[in-house]
């Protein structure tokens, strides 16, 4: 992905659920437009968020978005009962008498972190910034991952240079469960169209080593900034022929420049750094398989996956050759986790459908993190031209926070279940379309919501 000029310019080659309370849940549906528990009553009507229209070379000058929904100031207010995910504390009545038996404490349910979500907002200090109004925008939800990207030009900026990763760096030390992203291209003149020819040699002199000076001051340089577990997207996208940084030419030279690279940066004192190996969806120029380096040096496989080409449904993206499902069942088979570095919309323009399907992909499959693309056409929040998928990703996301959630144990058949009982869905009415958000999400909902198409088409 270009710093906010590449996605105009060319093709692109997906959940998260709303783990909250019931009270809360409810308050959040009543200001999100579209969302409603599955009735036929009418949701009271909301104006969507209203964003400038951002094109790649407009995205630095973005001011932050106003909108007439809910502001921070309108945000309802959650009490500590109704935090997500917060237990109810129950007092005694009444000491027990000296005859009773005293009654075993139960195991407490088996506890997992909400997986991180956050979205590329602009690579300098105005994506800092955006974290906390797109945050208020989703009603408070935490969003975790910051995601920035090296400039590809020259060698010197490849290195990080002074005061590009400061503010980056800042965020990311001001809580202990936050996540830098960073994209670092494996060649300059990164985007300038160099020739295949050209790009076997810079692989096969990088393979030797000529370059490792570049990585190793980049390292150096997160180490004195604090922030050496930075997850390091290296040389994404790979399989395709937009970057110099392509496999394609020469993926032996390609993987074994790969290697060096990781091996100098691990080698620099105090890193802890993890490497994403990120192709995008689909076959592209090569097979991603082929680029594969081996399970020594990747950590996290990866997927940048938009809603192309045009016509493709979220199924055959799913069921591709070298598509979603071959993503996850890769690195199940190299036991890494999977991410999502870019995701959004593209050639079929504001897909709600998409946009559900998605998310609930990643529910399903629990990506160590994933970062939306926004802004046009691939955005939500920034991006006016997608407001039924906006609508969508912000019902679904709103309120959602970092607190540490029950994980869904199957109880025995001849043990009561201790966890929130399930509540039966009621019956979805006439034009509204049941989201499937996942049996112990909608157990900690109380109910099972639906979008109703029939409210965008109304007033249209």
């Known amino acids: 992905m270009a710093l906010q000029q590449r996605r105009a310019a060319r093709s692109r080659r997906s959940a998260v659920a709303v783990a909250t309370a019931s009270a809360v849940a409810s308050v959040v549906l009543a200001s999100v437009p579209g969302l409603a528990v599955a009735s036929p009553d009418p949701m009271p009507s909301v104006t969507p968020p209203r964003t400038p229209a951002v094109t790649p070379s407009q995205a630095p000058a973005v ?10 100031s309108q945000a309802p207010a959650v009490t500590p009962s109704q935090t997500p995910g917060a237990m109810p504390s129950h007092a005694p009545s009444a000491m027990a008498s000296p005859e009773a038996a005293p009654t075993p404490a139960k195991p407490a349910p088996a506890l997992t972190p909400a997986p991180a979500f956050g979205a590329y907002l602009d690579y300098g200090a105005p994506g800092v910034a955006r974290i906390a109004q797109l945050s208020a925008w989703l009603g408070g939800a935490e969003l975790r991952v910051g995601h920035t990207y090296l400039p590809g030009d020259r060698w010197r900026n490849i290195e990080g240079p002074p005061g590009y990763l400061d503010v980056w760096a800042g965020w990311r030390r001001e809580k202990a469960d936050r996540m830098l992203v960073l994209n670092v291209p494996m060649l300059e003149r990164n985007e300038e169209g160099v020739s295949d020819p050209e790009v076997r040699e810079l692989l096969q002199r ?34 395709g022929d937009t970057y110099t940084h392509r496999c394609g030419p020469d993926p032996q030279a390609w993987k074994a420049y790969w290697n060096r690279i990781v091996t100098t940066m691990r080698a620099v004192p105090g890193q802890r750094f993890r490497f994403d190996f990120t192709p995008t969806r689909g076959k592209d120029a090569v097979p991603w398989t082929e680029c594969y380096p081996g399970d020594d040096t990747v950590d996290i496989i990866g997927m940048d996956s938009y809603d192309q080409p045009s016509g493709l449904t979220f199924d055959e993206q799913v069921g591709e050759p070298f598509g979603l499902q071959a993503h996850v069942d890769f690195a199940k088979a190299h036991g890494k986790p999977v991410s999502y570095p870019e995701w959004g919309l593209f050639r079929n323009g504001d897909n709600p459908e998409y946009m559900r399907r998605m998310l609930g992909w990643m529910e399903e499959h629990k990506p160590l993190y994933n970062t939306l693309t926004d802004y046009c056409p691939h955005g939500v929040w920034q991006c006016s031209g997608n407001p039924r998928a906006s609508e969508v990703y912000r019902a679904l996301l709103s309120g959602r926070t970092d607190e540490r959630m029950p994980q869904p144990t199957a109880p025995a058949s001849s043990v009561q279940p201790t966890g929130p009982t399930p509540h039966p869905a009621p019956a979805t009415s006439a034009g509204c379309s049941p989201l499937n958000l996942g049996r112990w999400v909608e157990s900690w909902l109380g109910r099972k919501l639906c979008l109703r198409f029939d409210r965008w088409s109304r007033g249209r």
């Not at 001011?63 to 921070?72: E, R």
């Open 206 to 239: 990088g393979a030797a080593g000529e370059f490792d000076q570049h990585f190793r001051a980049l390292a150096e340089r997160l180490v004195a900034l604090r922030v050496p577990d930075t997850v390091i997207v290296l040389g994404w996208e790979m399989n």
């Open 63 to 72: 001011t932050p978005p106003q909108t007439s929904a809910v502001t921070p």
